[in-house]
């Protein structure tokens, strides 16, 4: 797909990964919506770096936990600038739940952010994508989707059903719109990940390091510029 033009949304881009992606999609003179919930200043500081770049950028705020909010980002992206051609669902939720404590709105939250969302935003927009003709969906999930963390099951339930939620829209969406999962590895630490835990990650990794938000980048540029004839995969961007 020819990038230059194309009107992008990316769920949660104000930081970290979401961010970057925003960027490097950016440098294709593209049109980008950048969805945050809590990250104004963030998100308005990426607007400009955008703009710096020649791609035209503005905002939308939503909390993806509440599907109201979810149905009015999808319904005032597609006003925007007449329809949406790629859609990153990139926003996520993470944080530990020990099964002996985890709580029901804990699970709600994991599954209504992480996969309830990307499913409302795929049904609007990857609607609207096969009546133009065309389009492409990057759901982020996790290498936690089939490598399940301890300590956080509801986080991996939501990721695992990303992907499962990948194959189906690749079927139903097909063959106009390709639908495809990046699965990032060990790329940003959380932010209570001790050292001995990281340099335990980093021991198993067989490139013997953590990657960079710009790797996953790299791999969403791949399969919406590159990959006309890809759909429905589960990429793992982990270092092995």
Not at 31 to 44: G, K, P
Not at 159 to 173: C, F, H, I, S, W
Not at 205 to 220: M, Y
């Amino acid at each position: 797909m020819k990038l230059s033009g194309r009107r992008i949304l990316i769920t949660g881009a104000a930081r970290r990964i979401g961010r970057e992606i925003a960027l490097i999609l950016g440098q294709h003179k593209t049109q980008i919506i950048v969805h945050y919930n809590r990250s104004e200043r963030e998100a308005e500081q990426v607007v400009q770096d955008l703009h710096n770049i020649g791609a035209e950028a503005t905002s939308i705020q939503a909390d993806l936990s509440i599907s109201e909010e979810v149905m009015r980002l999808g319904d005032e992206s597609l006003k925007l600038w007449g329809g949406i051609d790629i859609l990153v669902n990139n926003a996520s939720v993470y944080y530990v739940t020990p099964l002996q404590t985890a709580t029901e709105s804990q699970w709600n939250e994991m599954i209504d952010i992480n996969l309830k969302a990307p499913f409302l935003l795929a049904q609007k927009i990857g609607l609207q994508m096969k009546a133009d003709g065309l389009g492409r969906i990057i759901n982020i999930s996790d290498w936690a989707a089939k490598r399940p963390y301890e300590g956080y099951t509801p986080y991996c339930i939501s990721k695992a059903g990303l992907v499962a939620l990948t194959q189906a829209l690749a079927r139903e969406l097909a063959p106009e719109v390709l639908v495809n999962t990046v699965a990032p590895g060990p790329i940003l630490p959380p932010e209570d990940m001790t050292h001995q835990q990281l340099t335990q990650v980093i021991d198993q990794t067989p490139l013997a390091r953590t990657g960079e938000p710009s790797d996953i980048a790299r791999a969403v540029l791949y399969l919406v510029r590159d990959a006309d004839f890809v759909t429905g995969i589960y990429l793992p961007v982990d270092g092995g």
